[in-house]
């Protein structure tokens, strides 16, 4: 993931810095134009995006948790088969 270094285009993915809401100290949340909730920490790393705010903010608290006490890849699985190639 590429972060925007320029002002103009940072303001526009992180939503206006006025109407974004700081919740516990750690980490952002707007609504963005298109209607979802977005939240990123105060670092700037974009977290999770949806419908309603209560929702994403209620997960971007478990997925910080699970962060910092390294249990998220217990709840990561994943979907499909990732080959490519010919069986003969």
Same mark, same amino acid.
């Given at each position: 993931?590429?972060?925007?270094? %320029?002002?103009?285009? !940072? #303001?526009?993915?992180? +939503?206006? =810095?006025?109407?974004?809401?700081?919740?516990?100290?750690?980490?952002?949340?707007?609504?963005?134009?298109? %209607?979802?909730?977005? !939240? #990123?920490?105060?670092? +700037?790393? =974009?977290?999770?995006s949806g419908l309603h705010k209560d929702n994403v903010i209620i997960m971007t608290r478990w997925h910080l948790k699970c962060e910092?006490?390294?249990?998220?890849?217990?709840?990561?699985?994943?979907?499909?088969?990732?080959?490519?190639?010919?069986?003969?």
């Open positions: 993931m590429t972060l925007a270094i %320029g002002s103009t285009k !940072t #303001e526009q993915m992180t +939503g206006d =810095k006025e109407t974004r809401e700081l919740i516990d100290d750690v980490f952002y949340i707007w609504e963005t134009r298109y %209607g979802l909730w977005s !939240t #990123e920490t105060k670092q +700037g790393r =974009k977290m999770l910092q006490d390294g249990t998220l890849d217990q709840y990561t699985t994943v979907v499909g088969d990732a080959k490519f190639g010919v069986d003969l």
